[in-house]
């Protein structure tokens, strides 16, 4: 399975790293040779336990090309589906539930250009993307458009979404804005943040 292994070891990553409670979070990689069709983890299994080919593939329609006989495409793959139509430009797409950034999720507060490499890495702050129910093609609808030329958004009540031209780009982003949250957490615990101004 030509993008399975990949996947797989940053879905490992993810799960190793908190970003993750159990099976929640997942992610996705655009196919090379057919840009309107991306491979994505599987519904509701361990990330430790998880082979390569358990990898769905699927079109952005929803049509699944290959898939195991028991298993099925994320819950939230509609989420990675309207990214993918929306923008062109991203390859690969981290979903996670990482704490401090749910957190401001469900605050409905975005991240302000606080630190360094937000901009750089992220593009600026983390917006928050307006509230649809998990699973519905509504929250992709709301994540592509919230999220702006941003490397990733917040979603409402929910988690965390990053994009990237590949795994690499989108895993960092999204250790970056649980990183933002974490560090601004500790900051509104001890001042006042002073926001950096967009260069
Ligand atoms: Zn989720």
Redesign the pocket.
């Known amino acids: 399975m030509e993008y399975g292994e990949k996947i797989l070891s940053f879905a490992r990553l993810m799960y190793t790293d908190g970003l993750v409670a159990a099976t ?3 992610i996705s990689v655009r196919l090379e040779d057919r840009p309107d069709c991306f491979a994505i983890t599987p519904s509701s299994e361990s990330y430790l336990t998880m082979t390569g080919d358990r990898i769905v593939v699927m079109n952005t329609d929803g049509t699944v090309l290959r898939c195991p006989a028991d298993g099925k495409p994320s819950s ?1 793959w509609r989420l990675h589906a309207e990214l993918y139509k929306a923008k062109p430009e991203v390859k690969a797409i981290i ?1 996670t ?1 990482s704490r401090y950034a749910t957190a401001f999720a469900v605050v409905r507060k975005k991240i302000p250009l606080i630190l360094i490499e937000m901009q750089p890495w992220l593009g600026g702050d983390v917006p928050v993307s307006e509230y649809a129910p ?1 699973g519905s093609q509504q929250l992709g609808i709301n994540a592509a458009r919230d999220l702006g030329d941003r490397g990733g958004c917040l ?1 409402a009540n ?2 965390v979404v990053a994009v990237g031209r590949d795994l690499n780009q989108a895993y960092a982003r999204a250790t970056y804005i649980e990183d933002a949250a974490r560090i601004y957490h500790l900051a509104l615990a001890v001042g006042d943040p002073v926001i950096i101004p967009m260069n």
């Open positions: 929640s979070g997942n939230e979903h539930h998990t979603l929910h988690g």
